[in-house]
């Protein structure tokens, strides 16, 4: 991986955040993270800080990085801010879309169900995020892609805590009817079917949920070893 050591921790433990192989609560131990990424500890602590200021990771004093885990009010509010970041999205990105974009967002609809009919969950996750984003970067407001950015992975964990089957729950048909609203420049229909489309997400949480069992840190942050060499 090319980049700054800090650089390569902070995409890699985005990108297990973003597929729940990072659950909510798990440590992220600076002495686990310096051997597993070959970098000193200070590398560490700046990757820790960068995540912590995206609200991903929480820093406890005297006892360290954790994986946050957003509070049921937490969940609230951050579904409430997406809401309205979506809808002002869903308003821009009306009659700014190309057939590229449509055409991106007609294929990742088909990645999403081919992920979901064969259990690939870190591909479903990955395939819902990619939809959402898109359609802030159709919208052309590189502010409003970032903090949305920022959101779908706190959504992520949110889901991933308080979701029954910790699934995206990104209704394929409801993704389909967007697709539709924006080809035909209908930006009401595209703001109403992006608010229920979130409605219907957040009604899906369930807080009485109990958090998930945790792996360790070097299971998570290096699937691609081989579990056979575990000594
Ligand atoms: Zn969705």
Request: glycine content about 6%.
């Amino acid at each position: 991986m090319p980049g700054l050591p800090e650089d390569q921790i902070v995409g890699s433990v985005l990108d297990a955040i973003a597929e729940q192989r990072l659950p909510a609560g798990t440590k992220l131990g600076e002495q686990a993270l310096s051997d597993l990424f070959g970098c000193n500890r200070a590398n560490v602590r700046r990757a820790l800080a960068t995540l912590a200021a995206q609200h991903v990771v929480e820093l406890r004093p005297n006892r360290g990085a954790y994986v946050m885990t957003p509070s049921p009010r937490e969940a609230r509010n951050v579904f409430q801010a997406r809401r309205a970041i979506e809808r002002t999205i869903a308003r821009e990105a009306a009659g700014r879309s190309t057939p590229e974009d449509i055409a991106f967002l007609r294929r990742n609809i088909t990645e999403e169900a081919q992920a979901k009919a064969t259990g690939d969950k870190p591909g479903e996750l990955r395939a819902s995020r990619d939809f959402h984003l898109r359609l802030a970067r159709i919208a052309g407001n590189d502010v409003l892609e970032r903090f949305l950015s920022e959101l779908t992975m706190r959504s992520t964990l949110i889901l991933g805590l308080y979701s029954p089957q910790g699934s995206s729950c990104c209704a394929e048909d409801e993704h389909a009817r967007i697709v539709d609203a924006l080809e035909r420049a209908d930006s009401e229909a595209l703001v109403s079917l992006t608010t229920s489309h979130l409605e219907h997400l957040e009604a899906g949480l369930n807080f009485d949920d109990k958090p998930r069992a945790k792996l360790t840190l070097e299971d998570q942050l290096a699937p691609w070893r081989d579990p056979s060499q575990a000594v």
